[in-house]
């Protein structure tokens, strides 16, 4: 069995592995063929960030309307705000997209790690695929003018809505 030996530093040419030993390019077409799969792939991620961040605002805006139900009553029980929490026929489409959104950030973490680890193929046209592929889906998916969003302040905000750029922190 024939040991491959990691590059360390970035290098240039077609014969590459990516991400596991099934996945070797040996010829001028399958580098390309892969170079795409990676642009494609990271493109996808960027996708799946815009769709967390619109089921996000979503989530935000079902939270806002409950709170503002309660809010809307005359005589509000104390632990009124709290009992939300609580499955109810009232919000369970709040928990369905819960569930949705850490379903996709599941996705959106193993697609973050497995383009981290083909970046570090050290193949500079791998690593070009993923930025160009991230650049593209980022300007298609979530750059400026692509939601439809009002900006508030308030001081009582619990969480504001945080997309990194960075496709390793799932976080994003």
């Known amino acids: 069995m024939m040991m491959m030996m990691m590059h360390m530093t970035f290098y240039w040419g ?3 592995s990516i991400l596991f030993n099934g996945w070797r390019t040996e010829t ?3 580098y390309w063929g892969s170079l795409l799969v990676l642009f494609l792939a990271s493109v996808f991620h960027e996708y799946v960030v815009s769709i967390r961040a619109h089921i996000r605002m979503k989530y935000n805006n079902i939270i806002s309307s409950h709170e503002n139900s309660y809010n809307s009553m005359e005589s509000p029980q104390p632990q ?4 939300h929490l609580l499955p ?8 369905v997209i819960k569930i949705a959104e850490t379903l996709l950030f599941g996705v959106n973490a193993l697609l973050g790690y497995l383009l981290m680890l083909a970046a570090m193929s050290y193949n500079v046209g791998v690593v070009l695929a993923i930025v160009a592929g991230l650049s593209v889906g980022f300007f298609t998916f979530r750059s400026v003018g692509n939601f439809n969003v009002s900006v508030h302040h308030q001081e009582d905000d619990e969480e504001d809505l945080h997309l990194s750029a960075d496709p390793c922190s799932s976080c994003t």
């Open 88 to 95: 109810t026929q009232r919000n369970t489409r709040g928990y």
């Open 14 to 16: 077609k014969e590459v």
């Open 80 to 83: 009124a705000k709290s009992m």
């Open 28 to 30: 001028l077409m399958q």
